[in-house]
């Protein structure tokens, strides 16, 4: 799709539907490592923030202007787990597994234990960065910016007025779509945004080519699930074991089966071999002595003189 076709579809029409029906589907579905592309807002000394933002359409060749990504982090005894959810790409996780199987056991504490594993939803769009007091050389910009549900809700309210008098808006939209004014205050050790709010409609920018410079320089949404970005089962799974102890108390299992056995059959090849020896020895004493009789000694006899002395 070409930046004039976007032009065509900036009213509301099929691509809000799509974008509806988009939202609609995903809901029934059930480091010191700075990325220079991420945009965030910063608080000021009175634990209170502010930014002016518009998000922006979908990236050249992409159909959605964002992204929904499930993860997990939380620790355990051996270490931390941080990896992208496989359920992000509709397969099985093993966390969530063995979440499934922790809630269904009916103990409380194994709840308790979902509760602190359990995924986190988080949302990727492109920004346009209008104001941005704390770092005023990000205006102009354009950005990553990640988000939850409470920002993504607010998005869907515009989209999905719930009164006759709102009109809908397609944020996403360079013409017809409306700057978000960013709030931001601290409550109960928190970053809240329920004072955020969309402004009225008006374009980004008056002029065309300076919007499709933007669009140009946006980046991939779909690159967050892309297949190099999630492990194998496998590999999630070994490393859950390993966070959770579990794989160290299955190897110490197995270590402590595993000694028993050597134990066994290292004294089994003890005993043989000194079997081997007394035959030998027996052997060898048969042929330096007298010529064999009738009356030749047992050769258990002799391994029992031979254990005697």
């Known amino acids: 799709m070409g930046f004039s076709d976007l032009k065509k579809q900036s009213s509301l029409g099929s691509l809000t539907s799509k974008l509806v029906k988009e939202v609609e589907k995903m809901n029934n579905t059930g480091g010191s490592n700075t990325d220079d592309r991420l945009w965030k807002p910063e608080m000021d000394k009175s634990g209170n923030g502010y930014a002016v933002i518009r998000f922006l359409p979908a990236p050249d060749g992409e159909e959605l202007p964002w992204v929904k990504l499930f993860s997990h982090a939380f620790q355990g005894p051996g270490g931390w787990y941080i990896e992208n959810s496989l359920t992000t790409v509709g397969q099985k996780d093993p966390v969530g597994d063995l979440n499934r199987s922790l809630w269904n056991s009916g103990n409380e504490s194994d709840k308790d234990t979902v509760r602190k594993q359990k995924r986190k939803l988080s949302y990727y769009a492109n920004i346009y960065v209008v104001k941005d007091p704390a770092n005023p050389q990000n205006e102009g910009g354009v950005f990553l910016y990640k988000f939850g549900k409470k920002i993504f809700d607010k998005i869907m309210d ?21 700057n978000f004014k960013l709030k931001l205050q601290k409550k109960d050790g928190f970053w809240n ?63 402590t089966e595993y000694d028993g056995y050597a134990a066994q059959e290292t004294k089994k090849v003890t005993e043989e071999e000194v079997l081997k020896k007394l035959e030998n020895s027996y052997q060898e004493s048969k042929n330096v002595s007298a010529p064999a009789t009738e009356d030749e000694e047992d050769p258990l006899s002799y391994f029992a003189k031979l254990a005697e002395s």
């Not at 989209?159 to 360079?174: A, K, R, S, V």
């Not at 892309?226 to 999630?236: G, R, S, V, W």
């Open 158 to 178: 515009v989209m999905q007025p719930e009164f006759e008098d709102e009109t809908p808006i397609n944020p996403f939209d360079f013409w017809a779509g409306a």
């Open 193 to 255: 945004y329920d004072k955020s709010e969309f402004d009225s409609p008006k374009p980004l920018l008056d002029d065309d080519d300076a919007l499709e410079a933007v669009w140009k320089k946006q980046y991939s949404l779909t690159a967050f699930t892309a297949a190099d970005q999630f492990k194998t089962y496998d590999e999630l799974k070994r490393r859950l074991d390993y966070v959770l102890g579990t794989r160290a108390k299955a190897q110490a299992a197995q270590q």
